[in-house]
């Protein structure tokens, strides 16, 4: 399977605790992105890595909320001391920058948060 | 700011009906790219097509045809001959790409259509 992954699917915590989600981009994708999606509604930009720099944090990303791509590759979303509102599901997709400014976005199928 | 609005949240049609999703933008920008991704209930976003600001032309890929307008700031998406498989939530979405190529290309998307196709 050559699609972006993302692990876990599912994941339940206690409200307090701290969750680390992963994402592997499509291989040689140059560009991914974090979005989260509630209940109802369409998905919304948290942050995006151009490589291994982060270059936009949307203000939804809040002090609790870290994200890294330390080589490049495969990044990390982590969320520390998890309330109740940030059950969602949490989407990662990547791209790759050639020509286009705009390219299109390749999705994963999302971890599901919910904080008890 | 950029914004997309689906005003349909939910529509059932059919099978073998024809159906249209509407998707309306805003955006400052002259230079934007518009998407639709599908979403079935499995829950992957699938894309459909991307378009530039500057290409109007319409665009059909097998029963699926897109309408872009930008007089209207309309993006449809219609489905021809609908079949049970098409049942699923479809985005709309908007990006603002930055020309000095710094920006994010986030994707600015609709609260989406439910289409449900009755066998």
């Known amino acids: 399977d050559t699609g972006v992954s993302q692990n876990p699917r599912h994941k339940i915590t206690k409200r307090g605790q701290n969750v680390t989600f992963r994402c592997d981009p499509i291989s040689e994708h140059n560009r991914l992105y974090w979005y989260r999606q509630t209940l109802g509604q369409g998905p919304e930009f948290l942050t995006y890595f151009q490589n291994e720099a982060q270059l936009e944090k949307s203000r939804l990303l809040s002090d609790r909320f870290s994200a890294e791509r330390p080589k490049g590759s495969f990044s990390t979303l982590e969320i520390q001391r998890t309330e109740q509102g940030d059950s969602a599901m949490y989407l990662c997709?990547?791209?790759?920058?050639?020509?286009?400014?705009?390219?299109?976005?390749?999705f994963g199928p999302g971890t599901r948060l919910t904080v008890l | 700011a950029q914004k997309v609005t689906q005003a349909q949240t939910e529509i059932s049609v059919v099978e073998k009906e024809d159906v249209t999703l509407d998707c309306v933008y805003e955006?400052?920008?002259?230079?934007?790219?518009l998407f639709w991704y599908k979403q079935p209930p499995s829950g992957e976003l699938v894309f459909l097509i991307r378009?530039?600001?500057?290409?109007?032309q319409n665009e059909i890929s097998g029963r699926y045809s897109w309408n872009f307008q930008k007089s209207t700031s309309s993006f449809n998406f219609t489905i021809t001959a609908s079949q049970v498989v098409d049942s699923a939530v479809y985005f709309c979405?908007?990006?603002?790409?930055?020309?000095?190529?710094?920006?994010?290309?986030?994707?600015?998307f609709g609260k989406g259509t439910k289409l449900s196709v009755i066998p």
């Open positions: 997709a990547s791209s790759l920058a050639l020509r286009e400014l705009m390219d299109e976005q390749f």
């Open positions: 955006t400052r920008d002259t230079t934007y790219y």
């Open positions: 378009r530039n600001s500057f290409d109007e």
């Open positions: 979405a908007l990006s603002e790409a930055q020309d000095s190529g710094a920006g994010s290309y986030q994707l600015t």
